[in-house]
């Protein structure tokens, strides 16, 4: 059973009389234990796709099964479970909380899955230290490099142990240096048996990843 099949997914946005097909029959296939890279200009619906795996979003049209449940006929009950469950996200822009330290932002998702606050403490501090920060989890957001806190990010989508890690654009916002260490750390994760869907323009990125997908205006393309 793979992890993620997509099955002829469309997504259209009505802007004024136009229609984006923002995904426009994309079918794609991922195992449990893959690293994908997904390929694509700025606009190609690289991050539309995304939201749609990570149960952010509803396709338009066509079937989407994760874990094998097909999406389309769970409950919004189930479907924010997957999302916590399921799926640990991470964005171009961090998306930590400023008031909260790195161990808090950490810990907040699990306190939403209603785990008892000494687990969960210990969760995220096993997490953070997997992320080579165990010695800055009292810092605040504003007090890390934006390297660090890509990393807390990081931290905080992998310490519920979801099967799939999703990272949109991760080293979009670093310098090189630090993008490089990200990586590093979704190679780790790989390598310990995660599913890694990772978001990229960046060649590169693409280069060292063990499978390649490429968008070009809402089609999928499976070239190598
Ligand atoms: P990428 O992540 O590859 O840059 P996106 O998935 O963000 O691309 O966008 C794909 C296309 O869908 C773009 O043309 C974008 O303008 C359009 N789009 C994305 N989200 C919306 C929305 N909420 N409303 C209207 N159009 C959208
Ligand atoms: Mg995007």
């Not at 149960?55 to 006929?73: F, I, K, M, N």
């Not at 905080?156 to 142990?161: D, H, L, T, V, Y």
């Not at 310990?192 to 809402?218: F, K, N, W």
Request: proline residues 4%.
């Amino acid at each position: 059973m793979p992890l993620i099949e997509m099955r002829h997914i469309c997504k259209y946005y009505q802007t004024g009389d136009t229609v984006v097909k923002a995904l426009d029959d994309v079918c794609l296939t991922v195992e449990e234990g893959e690293m994908v890279a997904v390929l694509g200009r700025s606009g190609s619906g690289k991050s539309t796709m995304m939201n749609i795996v990570g149960c952010l979003d509803t396709p338009t049209s066509g079937e989407y099964w994760l874990a094998g449940q097909r999406v389309s006929d769970m409950s919004e009950r189930a479907l924010a479970d997957a999302r916590s469950r399921t799926v640990g996200f991470v964005f171009q822009g961090f998306h930590l909380l400023p008031q909260l330290t790195a161990l808090e932002n950490v810990e907040l998702p699990l306190t939403y899955r209603g785990i008892p606050e000494r687990r969960r403490r210990q969760m995220a501090q096993d997490s953070l230290e997997q992320v080579g920060l165990a010695d800055r989890m009292s810092h605040l957001p504003r007090e890390l490099s934006g390297g660090q806190q890509q990393r807390v990010a990081v931290a905080r989508a992998m310490a519920g142990a979801p099967s799939l890690l999703l990272a949109d654009e991760p080293t979009g916002n670093l310098d090189s240096v630090a993008g490089r260490e990200v990586m590093a750390l979704l190679h780790r994760l790989h390598e310990q048996g995660r599913t890694v869907l990772i978001i990229t323009h960046d060649p590169a990125i693409g280069d060292s990843c063990p499978r390649r997908v490429y968008m070009e205006d809402g089609k999928l393309k499976n070239k190598q």
